[in-house]
């Protein structure tokens, strides 16, 4: 199972859409066994996917309970191939719950509760708070792979100095398979002089690799979250249902030794 951890320490990139809609297409498309990871505590993702999180194990026991069982947290969505492990408010006392807990090692609960079904699923995405907490951290340390979205705005680089320096931190202290694999663009309108620039700068920086995919803006986007679904249900010919589909291509293209279809789920 390949882990990917979708974060920005900056509010309002979609990063819970596009957790959503990759995690969705890998398994909708490219016909692989995918676990969603609801890391926010908004639990965003877990709405969009109409999956209950209040009064149901989710992402809180297994930072907080020993051993915790996560075959029985994962529930099944209405979608073939795509499970999730949900999330709420009680990530916050879960997190502060892990910082008093000195009895056993905090930063890697994630790992060793993914290592539990790591040869039930080809992928997982964990989709992220935009903020650096113990539980991102157990993201960070259990992730092979980072993608972090970023809208092209005058705030466009807040938080990548202080995100590329936690990536670099875990994978010295406790992930050194850790990748950046880089950023990529949402809300993109190509027609706006202001946002070709601003892509061309980020791409000039060389700092911060940057994927050739554009998620482009649309209205259709905020009507799926309403609606419920992954944009590729919602409106299947719309401009962001593409760009999500390439984006998860180009993903794809750069994972080691796989297939980008028919995979085992190994």
């Known amino acids: 199972m390949r882990t990917v951890s979708v974060i920005n320490f ?25 676990l969603l990871v609801d890391n926010d505590k908004q639990g965003n993702a877990s709405k969009i996917l109409r999956r209950h999180s209040y009064g149901k194990p989710g992402v809180a026991e297994i930072l907080t309970e020993r051993n915790a069982d996560l075959a029985g947290i994962i529930q099944h969505t209405d979608y073939e191939g795509l499970d999730i492990v949900t999330a709420n408010m009680n990530l916050l006392s879960a997190c502060l719950a892990v910082l008093l807990d000195q009895k056993r090692p905090q930063q890697t609960r994630f790992r060793k509760a993914l290592d539990q079904v790591g040869d039930r699923y080809s992928f997982c995405i964990i989709d992220n708070a935009p903020d650096i907490s113990i539980s991102t951290v157990n993201a960070l340390a259990a992730s092979d792979d980072v993608l972090v979205p970023v809208t092209i705005d005058e705030f466009a680089l807040d938080g990548l100095a202080e995100l590329k320096e936690q990536i670099d931190n875990t994978r010295e202290e406790l992930n050194p398979a850790l990748r950046f694999c880089g950023c990529f663009i949402t809300r993109y309108d190509r027609l706006n002089e202001a946002d070709r620039q601003g892509r061309e700068y980020l791409a000039a920086q060389g700092e911060y690799p940057l994927f050739h995919t554009c998620i482009r803006r649309t209205v259709k986007m905020k009507q799926s979250t309403f609606a419920r679904e992954p944009i590729l249900l919602y409106s299947s010919r719309c401009g962001a249902s593409r760009d999500y589909k390439d984006l998860v291509e180009e993903y794809l293209g750069m994972c080691p030794n796989r297939t980008q279809k028919g995979e085992d789920g190994k």
Not at 13 to 22: D, F, L, Q, R, Y
């Open 10 to 34: 900056k509010g309002g990139v979609a990063k819970t859409i596009s957790s959503v809609n990759m995690a969705y297409i890998l398994a909708a498309v490219h016909g692989q066994r995918v």
